[in-house]
């Protein structure tokens, strides 16, 4: 009876330590060691991004497992996902749009709005086909084909959208 009480006692430290960090998420910047917390994260592009990047390591954790099903349905999400991207990013006011805020970006500036979407788009097709390809590599069962066709997709989407577009765009102190 003593050891019954002691671990729910114990459970329940666990389950209030759990709903802390659920309530108050943080990051720890490797370089620093220091723990930052989400302000502000209520951006829809940002939204949407944590997901995405939550969806592809999904499927790193799938490929590492080999749960190829687990696989074939986060590449899924990620394509699903990739459609939501360009709305997200260029809404119909673009007054409104706190992304171009951040990127220091004229929402008048209609020249060069019609670019960024344009490249956006490229990349929104790179990001479906590549996860298409996550995906079929993934149903042959294939660990190896599978990772590589992830380690393609996070190279050739991924980091060239955010080299190319984020990082170029929102200066490192407003990411």
Known sequence: MKRLRILS?????????GFISV???????????????HEHVDEPT???MNEIAKRVNNILDGILVGSFKYIVQEAGAVVD?????????FPVDPKENKWFKRAKIDPNDSEKITRLKE???GYLKGIA???????????SNNQEATFKSF???VEKTCFECHKNLRDKQIP????
């Not at 309530?23 to 930052?36: G, M, R, T, Y």
């Not at 086909?129 to 149903?139: G, H, M, W």
Request: proline share 2%; no cysteine; aromatic share 6%.
């Open 172 to 175: 490192i102190e407003n990411r």
């Open 9 to 17: 006692v114990g459970l329940m430290g666990l389950s209030l330590a």
């Open 23 to 37: 309530v108050n998420p943080a990051n720890v910047i490797l370089a620093e060691e220091k723990v930052v917390l």
């Open 119 to 121: 490249e956006f788009d």
């Open 81 to 89: 996902q990739s459609y939501k991207i360009s709305a997200t990013f």
């Open 129 to 139: 086909s590549s996860a298409l390809e996550v995906q079929k590599a993934a149903a």
């Open 151 to 153: 380690i393609k997709m």
């Open 46 to 48: 940002q939204v949407l």
